[in-house]
T-cell receptor, first 111, second 121 residues
Framework: DAKTTQPNSMESNEEEPVHLPCNHS???????IHWYRQLPSQGPEYVIH???SNVNNRMASLAIAEDRKSSTLILHRATLRDAAVYYC????????????FGTGTRLTIIP | DARVTQTPRDKVTEMGQEVTMRCQPI?????VFWYRQTMMQGLELLAY????????DSGMPKDRFSAEMPDATLATLKIQPSEPRDSAVYFC???????????????????FGPGTRLTVL
């Protein structure tokens, strides 16, 4: 699986937007970009995924660079409950259900 | 609100004892995963099943670990004998995946349970 690179940690103020970057320069044309997050003392939970176009859902937005070598998870208005480790994961499109977790970005929300 | 459940939530045992962790996947999901999380190694995939058949257990130490799905509503992970280095949080996840080419939608999410925190003394 192609690798992703994320900052180890980030801080953001409550009620402000948060942009979490992810680099994946070796992404292949059939790799989906997935984001999961893990709240303290819980299992990971799915946030969003995309292939080429930007995606929005109730939790977040995913902005994918035109060359697909990087992406950004956007939390539009961070709350204290968004404090978590955010994982950016590439997953092959065909027949590959496995998720390979990296170290992720630990997001701290400042009240 | 469908959820993956895991039991026990916490387990403390002594080295050499057998440990069994159980997982109830979301009803209708055909793929079940076992992950292990430690501070040193992070989240690692141990094994996963599709329609109760093992597809990949390459991440699992074969000599002491075994994973099974006795039926569609139960997945088990056993460690025998347990060792202190097995101390970790073990997560079960389930999902519904279908092969490319079928008319049904392919689901991409994995739904994780709350985990079993195992401590081996």
């Amino acid at each position: 699986d192609a690798k992703t690179t994320q900052p180890n940690s980030m801080e953001s103020n409550e009620e402000e937007p948060v942009h979490l970057p992810c680099n994946h320069s070796t992404i292949s044309g059939t790799d989906y970009i997935h984001w999961y997050r893990q709240l303290p003392s819980q299992g990971p939970e799915y946030v969003i995924h995309g292939l080429t176009s930007n995606v929005n859902n109730r939790m977040a937005s995913l902005a994918i660079a035109e060359d697909r070598k990087s992406s950004t998870l956007i939390l539009h208005r961070a709350t204290l409950r968004d404090a978590a480790v955010y994982y950016c994961i590439l997953r092959g499109r065909f027949g590959n259900e496995k998720l390979t977790f990296g170290t992720g970005t630990r997001l701290t929300i400042i009240p | 609100d469908a959820r993956v459940t895991q039991t026990p939530r916490d387990k403390v045992t002594e080295m050499g004892q057998e440990v069994t962790m159980r997982c109830q996947p979301i009803l209708g999901h055909n793929t079940v995963f076992w992950y292990r999380q430690t501070m040193m190694q992070g989240l690692e995939l141990l094994a996963y099943f599709r329609n109760r058949a093992p597809l990949d257990d390459s991440g699992m130490p074969k000599d002491r670990f075994s994973a099974e799905m006795p039926d569609a509503t139960l997945a088990t992970l056993k460690i025998q004998p347990s060792e202190p280095r097995d101390s970790a949080v073990y997560f079960c996840a389930s999902g519904s995946f279908k092969r490319q080419g079928e008319s049904h939608r392919i689901y991409n999410e994995q739904f994780f349970g709350p985990g079993t925190r195992l401590t081996v003394l």
